[in-house]
């Protein structure tokens, strides 16, 4: 498959061939869903905590007599029955996380791009530095190359310039090519490459950088 290249004023310049293992492929759904459900699920804190009648503070003594009283046995204000008393199969913390087999995954990412470039949802730019980052500048490029929604913009590892001005535009979020993932290409409406980026994503190979 070949794509335009487009420069800074966004007009072509060239094309780039997309490589059709990577963005070729006929999409699996279930691959997708089941990386993407790893990759929200490792995402959770699983923090969330509770505590039985054994840790709750206090209780130590039973509040009255076995008998005689007229009222319901107790042996705790701390009963999960009562005011202030522990949680009777409440929430500890917990790892949400699951592990999605290699070859999933890889099924997955290349879904998910092959998704993307069948939508025509991938702009490649040629490569372009800035002297200083220029919030301003990046976004001028981004109206000429006519690009609307949210974007993912993949850098190469030396635009520092170049990913520092994305970082001010709403909507905006840059990747490195080992930081493109499955969960992130299906969550922007829009995908833009730097060539030199898109190169080293395709030399990498099959696999996406995070799961």
Do not use: C
């Amino acid at each position: 498959m070949l794509l335009a290249v487009k420069n800074v004023e966004g007009k072509k310049v060239g094309d780039v061939a997309l490589s059709d293992e990577l963005f070729g492929i006929e999409p699996n759904p279930h691959a997708v869903h089941q990386v993407v459900r790893a990759q929200r699920a490792a995402a959770r804190a699983g923090t969330a905590s509770t505590k039985t009648r054994s840790e709750v503070r206090g209780g130590g003594s039973k509040p009255w007599r076995q008998k005689g009283t007229g009222r319901a046995r107790a042996g705790s204000i701390r009963s999960p029955i009562w005011k202030g008393g522990g949680t009777i199969f409440g929430p500890t913390p917990r790892d949400y996380s699951f592990r999605v087999p290699r070859k999933v995954r890889k099924l997955a990412f290349r879904s998910a791009l092959s998704v993307a470039a069948r939508e025509e949802r991938i702009t490649v730019v040629e490569d372009f530095s800035l002297e200083a980052p220029s919030t301003r500048a990046v976004s001028e490029i981004i109206d000429r190359l006519d690009i609307d929604g949210s974007v993912m913009v993949v850098v190469a590892a030396d635009d520092l310039n170049v990913e520092k001005s994305f970082r001010n535009i709403a909507g905006v979020e840059t990747f490195l090519p080992g930081e493109v993932n499955t969960y992130d290409v299906l969550r922007f409406d829009n995908m833009l490459f730097l060539k030199g980026a898109l190169d080293t994503l395709q030399g990498n190979g099959e696999d996406e950088g995070s799961s």
